[in-house]
């Protein structure tokens, strides 16, 4: 236990005060005088002692007769004594209960995520951000509640295994195995596509796709072989957030496809109003934003010839939110999703992904209607672009610690 500069200073006084600082230095007084000083000093130790006690019944005598008012719910007063006040607190003072969070992430990603604001506001909130040091073993540093990341590397989940088998209980945001599943452009959508969300208020499907790992001179037979429709939105396989992943085209005719460059996952586009709505996850909490996005195809230019590069699907949220504003963007097209079916289609796939910070871009079919498409997931994203998601972070934060907190007590419960 950390005693308080303070408190040291103030149990110092008292042990001079108590038994005096000539009695220290003067040891060649008579044995009768060093009687009298002892008497004395212990004869106003008792009055301060009778003093100090006198004051205490007084003023618990004064909270007695003291009351306050407070209101039933039917609005009629009642009448409610104050609680005494509790006996004066020690002359130490013990830090106050922190949550570690250890993150290891990018300089990039630092810079953009821990932001001075949330740091100030997870030390109001009890949690400490700690900045994790890959030139020294995970293993000697910390202990940390949770182990903030976005890496999937063989040494480093080696890392995270030998430190998990050291603190069992630490929380690691997320298992590398589950990120990998949305590094994959082939397995990041499986689980939205076995997904029934009709009760929760509308349906949520994957454009039909298809996944091509071979030459690019056998893509036409094979995006006839399977029925997709031109045009057709070409992604790299790989989604590892470079820029390189968010390299994407927009196919309109089938001699074009040799162009491509595998291995691609080719969707079938979906006319939607030019309107993506990023979805953010961050545990229990849902954020979602509007994007500008693709404008819709004519029936006239379905024919047209070319590749149409583009380097990502969403724009910036602020013209999106400043058309819709200024009347420019169509109400319609861009009303947002229900609460509800947002809110379902995030628990469900945390469970399925085992993921707690993700986001998803979601585009209504037809810019109307309640047919909906997940059309990508992204782990870990700009949290940064995300409306006050400081709070929404911490908030985590306190969550994940609460829960800790409450089985660490049924754990020792069990125990006793």
């Known amino acids: 236990m950390r005693l308080d500069k303070n408190a040291t200073s103030v149990a110092s006084s008292a042990s001079e005060s108590l038994w005096g600082v000539g009695l220290l230095q003067s040891r060649e007084r008579s044995p009768l005088s060093l009687t009298r000083i002892v008497d004395r000093e212990r004869e106003e130790g008792r009055r301060r002692e009778e003093n100090r006690r006198r004051e205490q019944e007084r003023e618990r005598e004064k909270e007695r007769k003291r009351e306050s008012k407070v209101y039933s719910r039917d609005g009629r007063s009642q009448i409610t004594p104050v609680m005494a006040l509790a006996p004066p607190s020690p002359t130490f003072t013990l830090p106050p209960p922190t949550f570690s969070v250890g993150y290891a992430l990018t300089s990039k990603k630092i810079k953009s995520f821990v932001q001075p604001k949330l740091e100030e506001l997870a030390r109001s909130k009890g949690i400490s951000l700690v900045a994790i040091d890959r030139s020294i073993p995970l293993t000697e540093q910390g202990p940390f509640d949770v182990l903030l990341h976005k890496s999937t590397g063989k040494e480093w989940r080696q890392s995270l295994e030998d430190y998990k088998r050291l603190y069992p209980d630490v929380v690691v945001l997320d298992p590398p195995e589950a990120i990998l599943q949305l590094r994959n452009r082939q397995s990041m959508l499986q689980d939205v596509a076995e997904l029934d969300m009709s009760d929760a208020g509308g349906y949520v499907g994957v454009p039909k796709q298809l996944v091509v790992t071979g030459d690019a001179t056998s893509i036409p037979a094979a995006v006839s072989e399977a029925g997709l429709k031109l045009p057709l939105v070409a992604k790299p396989l790989v989604a590892d957030g470079s820029p390189k992943s968010h390299a994407m085209s927009l196919v309109y005719d089938e001699s074009c496809l040799t162009q491509l460059d595998p291995p691609l996952v080719l969707q079938e586009f979906v006319n939607h109003g030019g309107v993506l709505f990023k979805?953010?996850?961050?545990?229990?909490?849902?954020?979602?934003?509007?994007?500008?996005?693709?404008?819709?195809?004519?029936?006239?230019?379905m024919k047209r010839n070319g590749i149409m590069p583009f380097p990502r699907v969403s724009c910036a949220a602020e013209s999106a939110e400043e058309a819709l504003a200024a009347g420019i963007l169509d109400p319609q097209a861009a009303e947002l999703p229900p609460r509800r079916l947002l809110e379902s289609l995030s628990k469900e796939l945390r469970r399925r992904l085992g993921l707690q910070l993700f986001n998803m871009d979601i585009i209504r079919e037809g810019g109307a209607g309640s047919r909906y498409y997940v059309i990508d997931i992204n782990y870990f994203p700009g949290f940064g672009k995300m409306p006050e998601y400081e709070k929404v972070f911490t908030d985590f934060l306190v969550d994940l610690a609460v829960n800790k907190s409450k089985k660490t007590s049924r754990a020792d419960s069990s125990v006793c």
Do not use: A
């Open 279 to 301: 979805t953010y996850v961050v545990g229990d909490y849902v954020r979602v934003v509007r994007r500008f996005s693709l404008p819709d195809v004519p029936e006239g230019e």
